[in-house]
T-cell receptor
Framework: EAQVTQNPRYLITVTGKKLTVTCSQN?????MSWYRQDPGLGLRQIYY???????DKGDVPEGYKVSRKEKRNFPLILESPSPNQTSLYFC?????????????FGSGTRLTVV | QQQVKQSPQSLIVQKGGIPIINCAYE??????FPWYQQFPGKGPALLIA?????SEKKEGRFTISFNKSAKQFSLHIMDSQPGDSATYFC???????????FGKGTRLSVIA
């Protein structure tokens, strides 16, 4: 089944403790992206990647890092999480950013930072 | 500006009614306008999309109306059902290497 898989689904952590949220897609998509969803603010893009070793900042990149060493994986790294990063996170992929293909989203990771 | 403005923020309709969600965009280079549907606990899923060379697109009970001169587009849900209760996002992008720009979402509740 074609899908985007995120792990974990739920995560509670403490301020300052480094964490990684994994994202993997099995569709050979070139484009991958991370979003956070907060009430009243919609989907805000954190980082995106147009291909292996190519990443760029979205609208809200502060406090986050990403890497794209393989085409299928695009982990989101929070080096020193803070409570304002408590949110619902989604990973998405698309066949190619330059063309108007739909995005496939993962099921989300609900992160709580205390 | 890259914004896509979506309204209303929330909407309650009775079963069988026709909810309408509106979006306005600023970037005239946008040439692809999708709508996404998100159920609680799930990621958004592509529902229907339109390009600006047509004024309307229909898929089942879902219709997009597009007004290029006004830079507006809207989603209509015919004969709405309680199962349509979800959050709906509009979006826009151009054909270049730029991200999809989302509206802030509309939470729709269809009551029986």
């Amino acid at each position: 089944e074609a899908q985007v898989t995120q792990n974990p689904r739920y995560l509670i952590t403490v301020t300052g403790k480094k964490l990684t949220v994994t994202c993997s897609q099995n569709m050979n998509h070139e484009y991958m992206s991370w979003y956070r969803q907060d009430p009243g603010l919609g989907l805000r893009q954190i980082y995106y990647s147009m291909n292996v070793e190519v990443t760029d900042k979205g609208d809200v990149p502060e406090g986050y890092k990403v890497s794209r060493k393989e085409k299928r994986n695009f982990p989101l790294i929070l080096e020193s999480p803070s409570p304002n990063q408590t949110s619902l996170y989604f990973c998405a992929s698309s066949p190619g950013q330059g063309r108007s293909y739909g995005y496939t989203f993962g099921s989300g990771t609900r992160l709580t930072v205390v | 500006q890259q914004q896509v403005k979506q309204s209303p923020q929330s909407l309650i309709v009775q079963k069988g009614g026709i909810p309408i969600i509106n979006c306005a965009y600023e970037n005239t280079a946008f040439d692809y306008f999708p709508w996404y549907q998100q159920f609680p606990g799930k990621g958004p899923a592509l529902l229907i999309a339109i390009r600006p060379d047509v004024s309307e697109k229909k898929e089942g009970r879902f219709t997009i109306s597009f007004n290029k001169s006004a830079k507006q587009f809207s989603l209509h849900i015919m004969d709405s059902q309680p199962g349509d209760s979800a959050t709906y996002f509009c979006a826009g992008k151009n054909s270049g290497n730029t991200p999809l720009v989302f509206g802030k979402g509309t939470r729709l509740s269809v009551i029986a």
